[in-house]
């Protein structure tokens, strides 16, 4: 179904406000990367980029939650991040490198994107500086500064931190995708996630007492 002009308007403010929180680009160069974006309504469960496909486009989540994946030779899925509104989702070393995507991307809720097509997208950056000095700033912050974090995260602190965390950095996410993602997201099984959920609800009742 084809999105209302009103949604349109709606999401183009969230795509730009988040582009802005990063770097304050003028109005002429997000003008430029607008005339190459495409609004795009994917069911649950759709797949946007599979396992050895390369990827040719960058995906802003409007509204949903998308799961990158990959699969051993057993058949045994690892999740490789969650991503959810305002944020960029896409394979961009198989973008930048034109190789087949180590990992499938897929739509676990109803989802909106905004969809990029990276070639064109590069020509801009290539052309504007202020949309040069975004990707700069988001690469540090997703790529370089968040990595690290998570990668300390995942080594100091237990899986119970890391689960807390998570839901204060996404309020009801677990009401809203399966649990089994939220562990392998966390690098637990989804039993370790069922005792450790079961521990805080019991912390919370004794509070309250």
Request: aromatic residues 12%.
């Amino acid at each position: 179904m084809e999105l209302t002009s009103q949604e349109k308007e709606k999401y183009t403010r969230d795509f730009k406000e988040t582009i802005l929180s990063y770097y304050k680009v003028s109005l002429e160069s997000f003008a430029l990367i607008e005339s190459i974006i495409v609004f795009r309504r994917v069911k649950k469960d759709e797949i946007l980029l599979r396992e050895g496909q390369v990827a040719k486009h960058l995906h802003f989540i409007c509204k949903g939650a998308v799961i990158a994946f990959f699969s051993d030779e057993a058949g045994n899925m690892y999740n490789k991040n969650i991503f959810l509104e305002y944020q960029f989702a896409g394979s961009k070393v198989s973008a930048i490198l034109k190789t087949p995507s180590k990992f499938t991307l897929q739509a676990i809720e109803d989802t909106v994107l905004i969809t990029i097509p990276y070639e064109r997208y590069r020509e801009l950056l290539n052309q504007d500086n202020d949309l040069k000095n975004f990707y700069i700033a988001y690469l540090e912050k997703n790529w370089i500064i968040a990595k690290e974090q998570r990668e300390i995260s995942i080594v100091m602190e237990n899986a119970a931190v890391r689960y807390q965390k998570f839901l204060d950095a996404f309020p009801d996410i677990d009401k809203r995708i399966p649990l089994r993602h939220i562990a392998s997201h966390l690098g637990i099984t989804p039993t370790q996630l069922s005792r450790i959920r079961k521990e805080l609800k019991k912390d919370k009742h004794n509070q309250h007492m």
